[in-house]
Structures are given as structure tokens and as C-alpha cells.
């Protein structure tokens, strides 16, 4: 008999019930559609990734209803003691989104897990990097406009410690795509692409990633840092 594979969120009930969710309750009382939440199957991604390459320290940019942050935090805190804080940065935590990320961090005891950065990127990026802080994986689902994700690869690239990985949200997304364009053709040196078939999937799924991911189709794209990634400042440019 086939047996039904493991989902990542088996062991994580509080979770799956808040995936499951449609809607959540901000601290005002309003309702949120739960439409910003990453897919199961990039949660499932970095469940992988991180259990695997087990990070010291992790970044994301984009914290929303939270989904990806509980990820993280769970991770630190079943993984390091005293576990470090993963830091989120979201510039509409408790205004747009009327804290239901804290809500639901608090609900499971991880916020003092989580710093977030209430902050737009392009503020608290610099803010990091002139702290010197430095990340062994980073999540970058913030804004998903062109100029906006390019400066957040921008900094992600000089925050990642040498081997960090970088992990994209939205591929498909033209912005997106426009920036994992411009890393591919101009990068490649210092960034090489991870076949993300090896992570998070199935044996049955994993033929169909691979051909999706080919075509530039897939959902999530990582990139390993390789080196300091360093360039020289007349660098010949590739068009994109
Ligand atoms: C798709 S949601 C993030 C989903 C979340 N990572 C998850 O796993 O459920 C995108 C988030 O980016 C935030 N955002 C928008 N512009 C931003 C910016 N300039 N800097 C950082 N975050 C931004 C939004 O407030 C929103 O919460």
C-alpha cells in the first residue's frame, strides 16, 4: 500500500490549522483574507533547506500573517540553544496588516524569537549591514516591485555570509523575474542556482519541477553566494 507522504506541518498542528485558515482576525478586530500567505509549498521549501543546511542566523523581507516567520522561528528554537532571533522585516506589521504576525507568533510563544524591523527594506537592509550583521539564509518576499527587489538583492548579497543562500519568492513574477534575470546573466560567478527538485518535494513531483524550472517556471528560485561575490567596478554588463 502507497503511504500517504509526510507533510512538513505534521509536527507543527498550530500551523497547518493557520494555513487552513481563509481569513484571520487583526488586534483591531478586522478580517484579513489569508491571500498573502506563501504557498505550502515554499513554506515546505524553507522547512527543507534550513533543516538541511541548518542556518545560523536567517533574514526575510515580508513577514505578512506571519507563515514563513513561525517557519523560522520553530526552526531556531528546536535547533539552537538559546535560540538566536530570526529577523523580519515588514514595514506594515501593525498598521496594514493590524498585527495578526505578531498575533499569531505570540499565540505560539515564538515572538521573542522574531525581531522584526518595522521598516521599509531599503531603510532596514543598509540599517543591518552598517550593524554588521550577516545572514546564512535569506528570504526575500517583501514588495514585489522591480526596483524593490532589486535593491533588496542588492544588500541580501552583501549581507549573506560567504555559502548564505538566497531564496525568491514570486519567480514568475515579471519584476521578479527581471532581477533573477539580471543575477543569472550577470552574476553567475558569485551566485549559482540551486536545483530546488532536491528540496521539499516528492519523487512523483520532482520530473514536473524540473521541467518547470527550466522554463523559469516555478515559484521559488535560490541562489548559493559564492565567494564575497565581490565585483570589480568596470565589470563588463550582460544585457538581461
Ligand atoms: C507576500 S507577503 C509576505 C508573506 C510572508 N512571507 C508569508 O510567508 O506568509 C509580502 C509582504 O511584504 C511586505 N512589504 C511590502 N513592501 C515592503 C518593503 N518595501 N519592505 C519590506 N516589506 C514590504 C508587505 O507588507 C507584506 O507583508
Given at each position: 500500500?502507497?503511504?500517504?507522504?509526510?507533510?512538513?506541518?505534521?509536527?507543527?498542528?498550530?500551523?497547518?490549522?493557520?494555513?487552513?485558515?481563509?481569513?484571520?482576525?487583526?488586534?483591531?478586530?478586522?478580517?484579513?483574507?489569508?491571500?498573502?500567505?506563501?504557498?505550502?509549498?515554499n513554506l515546505r521549501i524553507i522547512y527543507d533547506f534550513i533543516e538541511r543546511e541548518k542556518p545560523s542566523n536567517t533574514l526575510e523581507i515580508g513577514m505578512a500573517f506571519a507563515?514563513?516567520?513561525?517557519?523560522?522561528?520553530?526552526?531556531?528554537e528546536r535547533k539552537h540553544s538559546?535560540?538566536?532571533?530570526?529577523?523580519?522585516?515588514?514595514?506594515?506589521?501593525?498598521?496594514?496588516?493590524?498585527?495578526?504576525g505578531l498575533i499569531h507568533l505570540e499565540q505560539v510563544g515564538l515572538k521573542e524569537r522574531v525581531t522584526l524591523m518595522e521598516e521599509y527594506s531599503c531603510i532596514a537592509l543598509p540599517n543591518l549591514m552598517q550593524n554588521?550583521?550577516?545572514?546564512?539564509?535569506?528570504?526575500?518576499?517583501?514588495?514585489h516591485i522591480f526596483e524593490d527587489v532589486f535593491v533588496d538583492f542588492y544588500y541580501s548579497s552583501r549581507l549573506?555570509?560567504?555559502?548564505?543562500?538566497?531564496?525568491?519568492d514570486d519567480s514568475t513574477d515579471k519584476h521578479v523575474?527581471?532581477?533573477?534575470?539580471?543575477?543569472?546573466k550577470n552574476?553567475?560567478?558569485h551566485f549559482q542556482?540551486?536545483?530546488?527538485?532536491?528540496?521539499?518535494?516528492?519523487?512523483?513531483?520532482?520530473?514536473?519541477?524540473?521541467?518547470?524550472?527550466?522554463?523559469?517556471k516555478t515559484q521559488a528560485t535560490a541562489f548559493r553566494k559564492i565567494g564575497s561575490a565581490k565585483r570589480d567596478w568596470n565589470v563588463k554588463f550582460v544585457e538581461f
Open positions: 500500500m502507497k503511504q500517504a507522504s509526510k507533510s512538513f506541518t505534521d509536527n507543527d498542528p498550530v500551523l497547518h490549522s493557520l494555513l487552513s485558515q481563509s481569513s484571520y482576525t487583526g488586534r483591531t478586530g478586522k478580517e484579513h483574507s489569508s491571500t498573502a500567505n506563501s504557498t505550502e509549498n507563515m514563513s516567520s513561525l517557519v523560522f522561528a520553530r526552526y531556531h538559546p535560540p538566536p532571533p530570526h529577523v523580519a522585516i515588514d514595514p506594515f506589521q501593525t498598521t496594514h496588516w493590524d498585527s495578526i554588521k550583521k550577516k545572514f546564512d539564509f535569506i528570504y526575500v518576499d517583501g514588495s549573506l555570509n560567504e555559502n548564505g543562500i538566497i531564496l525568491f523575474r527581471k532581477v533573477l534575470q539580471f543575477i543569472k552574476m553567475s560567478e542556482q540551486i536545483d530546488l527538485s532536491a528540496y521539499g518535494l516528492n519523487p512523483e513531483k520532482k520530473i514536473r519541477y524540473n521541467v518547470a524550472q527550466r522554463l523559469g
